[in-house]
């Protein structure tokens, strides 16, 4: 069974960054696209980034593009979403996902196991 587990969130003041990384057990996890999405209180999960299985291919959301990196160290089994210039709108539980031996999308659907999500709150 595959387990995600995230880490790295926190409260932090507009303009500052966080790290977010995502470790992967239970499944070889360089088969596999990541992605991050988030969730806000009162709104839908969103997709944040996605990242191919080698790392090499990666795509933003308009939001984020620009502040965000979404990164992979297949050898650690590791996802990381490097979040700078924060802003009180990225308020929100982010999740890591995985779609087995697919492509990336931002297709909340398309994904196959999730993470328990870590809070990440930016005040202003």
């Known amino acids: 069974q595959v387990q995600l587990v995230e880490s790295g969130g926190g409260l932090v003041q507009a303009g500052g960054s966080l790290r977010l990384s995502c470790a992967a057990s239970g499944r070889t996890f360089s088969t596999d696209a990541m992605g991050w999405f988030r969730q806000a209180p009162g709104k839908e999960r969103e997709f944040v980034a996605t990242?191919?299985?080698?790392?090499?291919?990666?795509y933003y959301a308009d939001s984020v593009k620009g502040r965000f990196t979404i990164s992979r160290d297949n050898a650690k089994n590791t996802l990381y979403l490097q979040m700078n210039r924060l802003k009180p709108e990225d308020t929100a539980v982010y999740y890591c996902a995985g779609r087995l031996g697919g492509r990336p999308t931002s297709a909340t659907s398309m994904y196959d196991y999730w993470g328990q999500g870590t809070q990440v709150t930016v005040s202003s």
């Open positions: 990242i191919d299985r080698s790392g090499t291919n990666t």
